[in-house]
């Protein structure tokens, strides 16, 4: 009889720690330059910084400040994102290949925090729910 390994649940944690892991490993081989020590400073900034606020945002006082720290999480997502299409550019690496798969990681970490934003905002406007229909304007 074969068995297949049960499949591990999905863990949010863990893949922003392994993308923070891998922008470190990324802004090290940035080269020595002026530009690369500047870009690199960046890219390191805004690429551990999703990590932990996604650690603040699962210990939120409230939804709303909840939805603001997925936000700030979604900016530096993107903001990430913007850097490594820079150092891919302006060849500031060696490890095209690597950069390829961190921008990749990067766009589907973006989509994953809009479609939470977009949930966790739903949830918030379907639980307060007027006790009368608005009024038409006509």
Same mark, same amino acid.
């Given at each position: 009889?074969?068995?297949?390994?049960?499949?591990?649940? #999905?863990?949010?944690?863990?893949?922003?720690?392994?993308?923070?892991?891998?922008?470190?490993?990324?802004? =090290?081989?940035?080269?020595?330059?002026?530009? %690369?020590?500047? /870009?690199?400073?960046?890219?390191?900034?805004? %690429?551990?910084?999703? #990590?932990?606020?996604? %650690?603040?945002?699962? !210990?939120?006082?409230?939804?709303?400040?909840?939805?603001?720290?997925?936000?700030?999480?979604?900016? =530096?997502?993107? =903001?990430?994102?913007?850097?490594?299409?820079?150092?891919?550019? !302006?060849?500031?690496? @060696? =490890?095209?290949?690597?950069?390829?798969?961190?921008?990749?990681? !990067?766009?589907?970490? /973006?989509?994953?925090?809009? !479609? @939470?934003?977009?949930?966790?905002?739903?949830? %918030?406007?379907?639980?307060?729910?007027?006790?009368?229909?608005?009024?038409?304007?006509?």
């Amino acid at each position: 009889m074969i068995t297949h390994p049960k499949p591990q649940p #999905y863990d949010l944690e863990v893949r922003l720690l392994e993308f923070a892991a891998r922008i470190i490993i990324l802004a =090290e081989g940035v080269k020595p330059t002026r530009a %690369g020590s500047h /870009v690199g400073s960046q890219l390191l900034r805004s %690429g551990t910084s999703p #990590y932990a606020n996604h %650690g603040e945002a699962e !210990a939120a006082e409230s939804r709303e400040d909840f939805i603001h720290k997925l936000k700030i999480c979604h900016k =530096e997502l993107r =903001e990430t994102r913007r850097w490594l299409r820079l150092v891919h550019r !302006a060849q500031l690496h @060696s =490890e095209i290949p690597l950069i390829d798969q961190a921008i990749n990681e !990067a766009d589907q970490l /973006v989509r994953i925090f809009s !479609a @939470s934003i977009r949930t966790a905002q739903g949830r %918030g406007a379907s639980q307060i729910r007027p006790t009368t229909p608005p009024a038409r304007i006509t």
